[in-house]
Every structure is written in C-alpha cells, then in structure tokens.
C-alpha cells in the first residue's frame, strides 16, 4: 500500500521486512540476533540496550529521505 515503515527490532529477524528504500528499521546488532525467541536469557539486551541515539541515527535521516522531515 505504499506506506513507509520503521521498525525497531529484538529477536525477531530483518528478512521478513520489505526491501524498499521507504522500510527500514533499527537493531542492536547482537551476535544473538535474530534469535526469534520469546524468552531471553540475557535480559532482552537487544531492546533494552538500544538506546535512542542508536535508534534516531538510523530514523533521522531515513525520515528525512522518506518522510521529508
């Protein structure tokens, strides 16, 4: 339908978003992601550690690009 997406993701895995430059998305980049798992062991490290600097460096300027912020 044509409508951008950002995605911030955990466990889950990247290769189910769409490959378009208006979908993006922002992961910690752990050696245990994609782990698609609904309990965690090490304390949801890859939501709970990303930060929002880490998070707005990827939504700035893919919401420039695309939204036109």
Do not use: Y
Not at 8 to 23: D, E, K, Q, V
Not at 26 to 55: H, R
């Amino acid at each position: 339908v044509d409508t951008p997406s950002f995605t911030i993701l955990g466990s889950s895995s990247f290769n189910w978003t769409h490959p378009a430059p208006i979908h993006t998305h922002a992961l910690k980049g752990l050696d245990c992601q994609p782990c698609k798992k609904g309990d965690c062991t090490k304390e949801f490290v890859c939501l709970s550690g990303l930060g929002f600097d880490e998070v707005a460096s990827e939504f700035d300027p893919w919401a420039s690009t695309v939204l036109g912020w």
